[in-house]
């Protein structure tokens, strides 16, 4: 997965690994004294189910894709002078301890750069169609988190 030449935002949904020190490079700039990096890895449990193997995520592309960037105009529009904004997510089957999202942001002070990563990261979970399925010892079956997407402004 290649970061774009030039932009403010690196968006991409991909089957193979994330590139969290690509993303990270990317949105270091010279101009941005605060860079913010969060990767969301799979972990061996989730909400009610114990030994979580793996996960599937599945997603309609162009939907995703296009929620990725609403979610990357939306921080920019809040966080006025924020850097580049890097939003990666993984698609297909992910093992334990691999990542799964990577939300990377830079900006000129550490308090925008931490409140755009966490804006970017919160609504990501909110609003994209990305759909998870838990795998574990005993079965698999879609996360009992999800939930009803919201507009990314709403």
Known sequence: MNAPEVGHA??????????????????????CGAVVVFTGVVRDHSEGRAGVEALTYEAYEDAATAG????????????????PVALLH???????????VVVAVSAPHRDTA??????????LKETVPIWKREHWDEGSDWAVCDHHLRPVGG
């Open 90 to 100: 993984r698609t297909g089957r992910v093992e334990l301890g691999e990542p799964t």
């Open 114 to 123: 931490f409140d755009a990563a966490r804006f970017c990261i919160d609504t």
């Open 10 to 31: 690196w968006i991409a949904l991909t089957s193979g690994v994330l590139p969290v020190e690509d993303a990270r490079a990317w949105v270091t700039r010279p101009e």
């Open 68 to 83: 990725l960037a609403r979610v990357a105009e939306e921080a920019r529009r809040r966080h006025p002078g924020l850097g």
